[in-house]
């Protein structure tokens, strides 16, 4: 398992050696730390469980309490698993930081998207615009989504306006610009969906 949990601080820009320069997400990690492992034989499956995030114990319910406690680890903002071939590799209480990244490296990123609430089909999907002369009055309106007599209905998965956003997002393939080990940074080529301050998954690209 090659992953880290961090917070998405903005986007800047960076030169390289060969002076390009490169617009660049700065992610913030302190690391996470080992709650849980997981394994075939107990759980079904093989994983590892790990808490980000710094928590108030206030803000913790008794279960969560309880949870942290049995492993010995500070109460954490958040709880995620990561699938692993050999949990064993990993120690309760273990410290995962940036620095299991290199520079040059390839990784998929995951977030929740902006949201934006409810949107019409023209900013939801991109559709055009109605005509804005001779009469008409269907100027940024969905249009016709209906069936003649048959099926009578309005065909399920058709694009209509809806909530936009606030979606789980991953965005693969994305580079590994550099990494600050003495600041906790790892700052990654392009955009990563979510709002500053938003919790950023990263973990080592599936393709």
Same mark, same amino acid.
């Given at each position: 398992?090659?992953?880290?949990?961090?917070?998405?601080?903005?986007?800047?820009?960076?030169?390289?050696?060969?002076?390009?320069?490169?617009?660049?997400?700065?992610?913030?990690?302190?690391?996470?730390?080992?709650?849980?492992?997981?394994?075939?034989?107990?759980? &079904?499956?093989?994983?590892?469980?790990? @808490?980000?995030? +710094?928590? #108030?114990?206030?803000?913790?319910?008794?279960?969560?309490? *309880? !949870?942290?406690?049995?492993?010995?680890?500070?109460?954490?903002?958040?709880?995620?698993?990561?699938?692993?071939?050999?949990?064993?590799?990993?120690?309760?209480?273990?410290?995962?930081?940036?620095?299991?990244?290199?520079? &040059?490296?390839?990784?998929?990123?995951? @977030?929740?998207? +902006?949201? #934006?609430?409810?949107?019409?089909?023209?900013?939801?999907? *991109? !559709?055009?615009?109605?005509?804005?002369?001779?009469?008409?009055?269907?100027?940024?309106?969905?249009?016709?989504?209906?069936?003649?007599?048959?099926?009578?209905?309005?065909?399920?998965?058709?694009?209509?306006?809806?909530?936009?956003?606030?979606?789980?997002?991953?965005?693969?393939?994305?580079?590994?610009?550099?990494?600050?080990?003495?600041?906790?940074?790892?700052?990654?080529?392009?955009?990563?969906?979510?709002?500053?301050?938003?919790?950023?998954?990263?973990?080592?690209?599936?393709?």
């Amino acid at each position: 398992m090659k992953a880290i949990i961090g917070k998405k601080l903005g986007m800047t820009q960076i030169f390289r050696e060969d002076g390009t320069l490169v617009p660049v997400t700065v992610v913030e990690s302190d690391g996470m730390v080992v709650v849980q492992k997981k394994t075939v034989e107990k759980d &079904g499956y093989n994983a590892v469980q790990v @808490g980000f995030g +710094k928590a #108030k114990e206030r803000n913790v319910n008794k279960p969560k309490k *309880g !949870h942290f406690a049995k492993s010995n680890v500070e109460v954490k903002r958040l709880l995620r698993e990561f699938r692993v071939e050999n949990p064993d590799e990993y120690e309760v209480g273990q410290l995962i930081t940036v620095e299991a990244f290199a520079e &040059g490296e390839k990784v998929d990123a995951t @977030g929740t998207s +902006k949201g #934006k609430g409810t949107a019409g089909v023209i900013k939801r999907h *991109g !559709h055009s615009r109605g005509p804005e002369t001779h009469g008409s009055k269907s100027h940024r309106v969905t249009g016709s989504l209906g069936s003649s007599a048959y099926p009578a209905r309005v065909i399920k998965g058709m694009k209509a306006a809806g909530r936009m956003g606030n979606e789980k997002v991953t965005v693969q393939n994305l580079e590994v610009i550099r990494v600050d080990t003495a600041k906790n940074l790892i700052l990654i080529k392009g955009a990563i969906p979510g709002p500053k301050k938003g919790y950023i998954t990263i973990k080592e690209t599936v393709k």
